[in-house]
């Protein structure tokens, strides 16, 4: 999507973490897309393993 619709997203620096915090941790992003297509973890590769019933209201 990055690559058709670049306008469609927004990348933020929430926070910036100096030395001795390791590189990796040094950014923490949040990423805004504006789009009805995009639907993130919904690859069958993200679906649970195992399913479990729906759990019922308990009455009082």
């Avoid at 690559?3 to 915090?21: G, H, Q, S, Y």
Wanted: hydrophobic share 40%; charged share 15%; with cysteine.
């Amino acid at each position: 999507m990055l690559a058709t619709k670049p306008e469609a997203a927004e990348i933020l620096v929430e926070k910036v973490n100096a030395p001795p915090v390791p590189i990796q941790h040094r950014l923490l992003c949040s990423l805004t897309v504006d789009s009805d297509s995009l639907c993130p973890y919904s690859s069958p590769e993200f679906s649970p393993l195992v399913q479990y019933p729906a759990s019922r209201a308990i009455a009082s």
